[in-house]
Structures are given as C-alpha cells and as structure tokens.
C-alpha cells in the first residue's frame, strides 16, 4: 500500500476560498520555519562564519585553485557540489565577508524540505492538520546543532530533501514541479552520498507501483550512486578516515549501539542525555521522552504488522544503517539520523491519520508524533549549545588581525577543547 494515500482522497476542483485558505497557510509555514532557521542562532547570521572543514579544505582550495577546479574537486572522499560552489562563490567577494556567502547558501538549502512539504500537491497535503503536522516534523524532527547554517553538511539536509521527495511522489506531480524535484534529487546525490542511498527504495516502489516519477528519480539518484561510487574509488589518498579502526569488532558494537538508539530513541526524544537534566524542565522532559519512545513502539510495531508506512520505515532503516557503516570507522553521529528520523516520525504519523486503525494504536502514534514535535521543539536551541558558543573568535576581527600580523592563520569555528581550527590564508592577500 503506498504510504500517505490512503487517508485523503483525490476531490474535485477545490473552491476559491479554500484554496485562499490553502495559500495562507502555505505561506504562514514558510515564514515561520524562515524564522526558526534564522532565530535559531540568530548570531550566525548578524555574525556569519566558516564551519571547520568549510573553510580549512573547500574555502582554501578554492582560493588556491581555478574556478574549475574548485568546482570539481573531490574532498573528505566524496564529491560535494555545494560547498564547493558556496566556497567558490565566497572567493569573490571581499574576505572579510566571505562567511556571509557560505551561511546564506546553507541556510537556503536547509530551508529546501520544508519548501517542498509545505508547497506539496500531494493528496494529504490537503488536510491543514496534517499539513502543519509533517512541516514541523521536518523542521525539528533529528535538526542536530553541527547540521546549522554549514554548507560541509548539507548534504544531510538534500538527503532530507530527497526523503520528503519519496513522501511527495506517492501521487502524481504536475510536470514542472516533478521536473524540480528530480533537479533537487541530483543536487542532492552530487553533494553527498547519502541522498544516493534512497536509489533503492524508489527503484523497489517503481517495480511495484510503475509511477513515472520513480523511475526518473531511480535513474537520477541511480546515476550520482555510481558517480559517487566512482570518486570514492579515485580518491584513494582521502581514504584513511574512513578505514576500518583496529578494533573493528568494538567500532561496529559501538555503532550498531548509537544506531539503535537512533531508529528507537532519537527520532522522539532527540539527543536527550543526562547533561539536559540540568536544563529547565529536564527532568518532565526526560519522562515525556520515556512515554514518547515507548508510544513510538507501539506504533512501529504496528506499522511493521500492517501498512501503510512500511516504505517509510524501511527507507529510514537503510539510510540511517549504511550511513553509520560508512561514516569515518564506524563512528556514526547525529548529524547522519537527520532524514532518518524524520521518515520514522511520519511513518508513525500516517498510523495516526489512519481512520482504518485500532483506536489504541492510532491513540498511541498520536501521542508519539505530538511528543516528538514538544520535545525536539525544546531541543531545538539547545542542541546548538555544542557548535556555537559567543566566545569563538569573529571572522572579520581574525581577518583584520591577521593581516595587522598579530594572527598567523585566522581562527574558525569551532574551537573545542580538544581542537583549534585555523585557516592558512594565501599570502596575497593580506593587503586589501
């Protein structure tokens, strides 16, 4: 059965007042999300900076590179056309503000899933309740500080992107808006690998459904699959990060353990730990987290019994397993459960808008859904207590002092305990 079908079916031309209201909507969703995005570290934007790798690898091979290079070289193992592109488009204007063309082209991209779920032609979009529901979903759901306003990754926000696309394309897309969103899928799929690893999952639903619409995006997804493929083979050089570490068997224990409490735990209650007791309300939160998480269970349970939502689940279960293998020796990490997390939620959610289902069972997914948003909602700011502090140095202040000789590189975020990051600059230009 396809996912988020079932429940709302196809009507007749809607009058003009519901669509006017439908419009409204719209728009009162992407502004609010734009709000969030912005006021969410509001000092990275009247402030913007470079973030680790964005600037240490993709900005200074671009300063030291032709254009087309810096727009075709590989890093970090993998081909990633964005950050090469904003990295690129940041050499172009003056230095001191060079942070500002990175920032507004993460954040842009960041804004993307929202754009298509909330903009969606698909027939459950047409429930207002449902409609909010999925938006928030997307907006909170697995938002991980180290995912904010980088380009390095965006590509987990693109493989979100493509995750709501799979949810999108469960009905029959007007030609151009399908033609944009297999553009996005591509943009996805060449910025990173994880998008590519929704190539399956659509291939599997075009072998059983033969919509047009997954079979171009098998094809597109299918094609940055290989290319991807391809790079990681050439760049043998970047390859040691991701080498086995000595004690695989201990790595893959650790990362089946993280990835467990990813697909269980993390989709609902977040990066919930002990240092959030300490928080305001940590404690209430920690056992709405509990009730939430066992509530998901109940519905998962379901959903595996029964569809629909299968699809949605098993998505979720392929990107967030072969991420973790492949992330740098098994380390895993939030920032991989982003799109994960939030196919496990709507999966969840589509048990809760299924008048076909047990009360209790519908009941249950409810409530998981409903925490899910409240708890990744409050988690929302203080999952960036992590990758953001005040004290970090102000790139246009490290410029100003590098080029007075008082900074031999200027320093970036972040500036953990355990690592400076800097950024050799080209001698050249140190004079304005």
């Not at 002990?274 to 959903?303: D, E, R, S």
């Not at 100003?400 to 355990?418: C, M, N, V």
Request: net charge positive; glycine share 8%.
């Amino acid at each position: 059965m396809r996912p988020w079908k079932s429940v709302a079916a196809s009507t007749p031309r809607e009058p003009i007042e519901r669509m006017n209201r439908r419009t409204l909507l719209t728009l009162v969703l992407l502004a609010g999300a734009a709000a969030a995005l912005v006021l969410r570290v509001p000092e990275v934007v009247l402030e913007p900076r470079f973030w680790a790798e964005e600037a240490r690898v993709y900005f200074v091979y671009a300063l030291n590179n032709p254009a087309g290079s810096a727009l075709l070289a590989p890093h970090q193992g993998y081909y990633s056309l964005v950050p090469n592109l904003a990295t690129w488009l940041a050499t172009l204007v003056p230095l001191e503000t060079a942070p500002a063309v990175t920032t507004a082209a993460a954040l842009l991209v960041q804004f993307v899933p929202v754009l298509i779920v909330a903009t969606s032609t698909a027939a459950w979009s047409r429930d207002p309740g449902r409609l909010i529901v999925t938006v928030l979903v997307v907006l909170l759901v697995g938002a991980a500080g180290e995912l904010h306003a980088t380009t390095t990754n965006s590509q987990f926000h693109l493989a979100l992107a493509a995750a709501v696309i799979f949810v999108e394309f469960t009905s029959d897309q007007p030609p151009m808006r399908r033609t944009l969103l297999i553009l996005v899928l591509v943009l996805g799929g060449i910025t990173g690998v994880q998008a590519t690893l929704l190539a399956p999952v659509f291939a599997w639903r075009w072998w059983r459904d033969r919509q047009r619409q997954d079979a171009a995006a098998t094809v597109a997804l299918g094609a940055c699959l290989v290319l991807q493929i391809a790079v990681v083979m050439a760049v043998s050089g970047e390859a040691d990060r991701f080498a086995a570490p000595g004690d695989i068997a201990k790595a893959l224990l650790g990362s089946l353990e993280d990835l467990a409490k990813g697909l269980l735990i993390y989709p609902i209650a977040g990066g919930l730990g002990p240092k959030y007791l300490k928080l305001p309300f940590g404690v209430a939160f920690l056992v709405l987290g509990t009730l939430g998480v066992a509530a998901a269970a109940v519905a998962q349970i379901a959903i595996l019994r029964r569809g629909p939502g299968r699809d949605l689940i098993a998505a979720a279960w392929l990107i967030a397993i072969v991420s973790f293998i492949g992330s740098p020796r098994m380390a895993g990490g939030d920032r991989y459960l982003e799109a994960s997390s939030v196919l496990i939620v709507l999966a969840i959610a589509v048990v809760a808008f299924d008048t076909g289902r047990n009360r209790l069972v519908r009941t249950a997914a409810g409530t998981a859904v409903l925490i899910a948003i409240v708890m990744n909602g409050w988690l929302y700011g203080v999952r960036t207590s992590d990758v953001y502090d005040p004290g970090w140095p102000v790139w246009r202040q490290e410029v100003s002092a590098w080029r007075a000789g008082e900074r031999a590189e200027p320093r970036i975020h972040p500036q953990w305990a355990d690592g400076v990051w800097t950024v050799p600059l080209p001698e050249r230009l140190r004079t304005p």
